[in-house]
């Protein structure tokens, strides 16, 4: 019985499909497929030097949460979606189209992903955003959180706030 226990537990550490943990499909990730208009006079707190995104696209299918939002180069929005990647909802790292990396995960049911971007000097910025919907399914507040790794592998803060809950409001379906 014994070898029997050491060989199961070999077999699943080596395999990463058996070792990561499938996302359950609930209503609290399925309802947040759509597209998504920032309501700007809502939400609270923010990011030095990490802009909110105006709009965002989330496409949800059993495998992946495909994610396209408005993008900022040098301070200025792309003023229309485009492809941020696909975060796999085993718990596997996707790497995302900035080159960072993603992995998904459950906050009391609801979406979080983690993205992890590297820096120079061996620092990287750790955001992790949670994805909670109001009642009605009609409201989205990303409530984001942003921390260093240091090249030691240990947290940090940012000294310019480091919390962000961004609304958005779904957007109609066009006719």
Known sequence: ?????????????ASPRLAAQQIPLTDKITRLDGTWERVPEKGWGGICG?????????SVSPAEISIQAD???????????????EVKLDGSQTVLVTGGTATASTDAGWLAVTTTQQRPGGFANVMREVYILNKNGDELTVWRTLNVRRPDGLPDK??????????????????
């Open 50 to 58: 990490v802009p909110a995104s105006n709009g965002m696209k989330l």
């Open 158 to 175: 940012i000294d310019c706030g480091n919390h962000h809950a961004i609304v958005y409001s779904r957007k109609p379906l066009s006719k």
């Open 71 to 85: 993008r900022f180069f040098q301070g200025v929005s792309s003023q229309t979606l485009m492809p941020i990647g």
């Open 1 to 13: 019985m014994r070898i029997v226990a050491v060989a199961v537990a070999a077999m699943v550490a």
